[in-house]
């Protein structure tokens, strides 16, 4: 990482999950451990992911956590005064409901020569509709260039490339947009608090209105092969790849911290 970034204030860490949490899709116990770490520290901690509500209700009931964000932004998670747990969606539930029925109806239309198959965990899915292409599906780049492409035609979808899904849903939210959301509703930060005490770590395009919002982002090292097409980029990138790279990251803010107490 680049020695110019200094987090030694920052009190927010938002982070990706699949392939930046996660290392060859598991969750390794040194990235865990680190994030208990970070967290003991009094950092606020806000997984960001494209992954379903099924999954964003288990982080938040496990892991060392304040929040969660889940389906690209459609919904936030967060603790009440007594640790009960209340959703924020965009829109209205029951309006994520009807958009994403008719995401599905578009799909099964679609002519394309070969077969989609849905994420496994789209039963799970509150808001937006996912496509698995490199999870336990296998499809080529120019196969996922033809799915976006037909999909581009619908113009009020909204769609969204992970490491191993293809995000759509409908609205104009964002996982940008719903972190600055939450951080103004739920922790009153001002846009300049915002610039200044968040830091993000992710891995792919997806990530992009979160690289664009806050200046203090880290991509790990398995970000590269996708920065050509990627207009709004990290600030600086890890040496290692994934999980590995958000242990150091971890490490560099801790010693910025210490050091900064000193």
């Known amino acids: 990482m680049t020695p110019d970034l200094d987090l030694s204030q920052c009190q927010y860490l938002f982070t990706d999950v ?6 060859g899709g598991q969750l390794l116990p040194e990235t865990f451990a680190a994030l208990w770490q970070l967290h003991h ?3 606020r901690i806000i997984p960001i992911t494209g992954g379903c509500a099924g999954w ?4 938040i009931r496990t892991w060392p956590v304040d929040a969660v964000i889940g389906e690209s932004g459609g919904f936030y998670i967060h603790r009440d005064a007594e640790r009960r747990l209340q959703w924020q969606f965009w829109e209205s539930r029951e309006q994520h409901h009807i958009d994403k029925t008719s995401i599905l109806a578009t799909l099964k239309q679609l002519e394309l020569g070969f077969d989609i198959h849905l994420a496994r965990d789209q039963p799970f899915r509150l808001v ?8 336990d599906q296998r499809l080529s780049a120019d196969q996922v ?7 581009m035609k619908q113009t009020d979808f909204r769609i ?8 759509i849903w409908r609205g104009d939210f964002s996982k940008g947009a719903m972190a600055e959301r939450l951080l103004r509703n739920h922790y009153h930060l001002s846009d300049e608090q915002m610039r200044q005490r ?3 770590v992710g891995d792919a395009p997806n990530d992009e209105s979160m690289f664009e919002r806050f200046p203090k982002s880290v991509g790990v090292a398995n970000i590269r092969p996708h920065l050509p097409k990627m207009t709004h980029q990290p600030h600086s990138i890890t040496q290692a790849v994934s999980g ?14 210490s050091n900064a107490r000193d």
């Open 56 to 59: 964003c209700d288990q982080i």
């Open 128 to 135: 937006d509709v996912a496509i698995d292409y490199n999870q």
């Open 160 to 167: 969204k490339q992970s490491s191993i899904h293809i995000n």
């Open 145 to 151: 260039e033809r799915i976006t492409q037909h999909l």
């Open 18 to 23: 699949d392939d930046t949490l996660t290392t």
């Open 244 to 257: 590995h790279g958000v242990v150091e990251l971890i490490n560099h803010w801790l010693t910025q911290r």
């Open 41 to 43: 520290q009094g950092v």
């Open 198 to 200: 968040v830091v993000f």
